[in-house]
C-alpha cells in the first residue's frame, strides 16, 4: 500500500528571494511579518515532548536561571515535575520525524540543498529562554505557536568573550540593537555571528529554527587532506634530477627546491573533480547515519512498474540529503546520505528530478535500469512512493 501525501508547503507572502539573496543573506537580520500566506502550527507541544523522550532523538531540557542543560532521551515523567518555573525544550532534526515539520523547508530552497541542515523545534514556558548567544549558521526562526521577544546584537567572533558554561556559549555581555516580538506567523532571519536572546512572552511558546550549515575551512581541509594521503604512495617523493647546482652554502634550502617542493603539493591539492567529489559526499552526510530508514519489505520490481501504471510518486526521505554535481549536459555525480554515483543518460535526468524537490513523478517511460537505480534508493530508504491523492 502506498503512503498518504505528507507534504503541503506553505508559501511566503510578499518575499523576493532574489532580492533577499542580493542584499541580506549572510549580512544584516531581517523581520518578516506575518509571511505565511496561511499558518498553522504543524506541531503540537506534547507531540514535542514525546519526541524528546524517544531514544535517537537529539533533544536538550534547559531549567533554572543559571540553565542547566539535561541530554535526552527524557523520562516521561520529567515534564510533570518541573514545577513553575521557566524552562525551554529543544529538540534537533524535527522535519526528519514529522513531515509537516519538514515542508516548512520547502519555501526556503532558493538556497541550494547542501546547505540546509535541520529544523529545530524549541518549547518554552514563560520566561523560557537559552540566554543570550550566537551560533555559526544562517537561521530563519519561525513563530510557531505563543509570542517571542528576540534582542538581537552585534555580530560576534572567535574573540567574543563568553560565560564560563559547560553545555551553552553564553555571552559575557550582551547590547541589544534590534528589540522584536514575534506572533505566530511571523519570522526572523538571522546571519551567522549574530548576538541574540530569544525569551517566552508565553505560556506554549514555540519556534522552529531552520538552520543552514557552512563547511569550515577546516574541516574541509583536513577531509580533503585526508582523501588525498590515502590515495598516496611511499614511492611518489621529491626529485631534482639535473635541477641541483653547486651551493656556496650547503646549508641553504634553495628556493628553487622549495617551489618545487611546494609544487608537488598544489598539484595533488589542485583536483576541482576529486575535490568536487569529496566535497558532495561531504555536505550529504547524514546526521544520523547510525539510524536505518529502510522498509520492512524491500520493494520488488513487479511492484514498482505496477506504481508507474498506478500514477504514484516518489516522495524523498527528510532524513536523506541528495545533491549532484554536473558533468555536463547529460552527465552527474549523485550524492545520497554520503555516498557517489556516477550517471549518465536517462539515469542523469532522473537523478536531477530527485534532487530537485521534495517528489517526483514516476515515468512509465523508464528504462528497466533507471526503475533498478530508483527501486535501490526505495530499499535503502531515500525515497518511497506516495499517492499524489
Known sequence: MAETASFAPLALRGFDPAGFLRQTWQREPLLLRQAWAEWHNPLEPDELAGLACEPGVESRLITGPTLQVEHGP???????????????????????????????????????????????????????????????????LVQGLGIRRWRVGPRCDAATALQPHDDLRLLAGFTAEHDWVLEPGDILYLPPGFAHDGVALSDDCMTYSIGFRAPSVAELTAAWCDEILSQLSEDERYGDAGAVTVQDNPGEIAPAAIARMQAMVLERLADPGGFARLFGAHVTQPRYPEVDWSPDRPLSSRRLRAACAQGLVLERNPASRLAFVANGDDACVLFVDGSAEDCTGERARCARQ????????????????????????????????????
Do not use: K
Open 74 to 140: 527524557l523520562s516521561p515523567d520529567r515534564f510533570a515535575t518541573l514545577g513553575p518555573g521557566p524552562w525551554t525544550l529543544l529538540v534537533q532534526a524535527v522535519d526528519q520525524q514529522v513531515p509537516a515539520v519538514a515542508a516548512l523547508i520547502e519555501p526556503f530552497r532558493f538556497l541550494p540543498n547542501w546547505r540546509i541542515d535541520d529544523v529545530m523545534v524549541s518549547y518554552a514556558t514563560r520566561g523560557g529562554g537559552v540566554g543570550p548567544h550566537f551560533d555559526q549558521y544562517d537561521v530563519f
Open 354 to 389: 530527485l534532487c530537485a524537490g521534495p517528489r517526483t513523478p514516476l515515468d512509465p517511460a523508464w528504462s528497466e535500469a533507471t526503475l533498478e537505480f530508483v527501486r535501490a534508493l526505495c530499499n535503502r530508504g531515500v525515497l518511497a512512493l506516495i499517492d499524489p491523492a
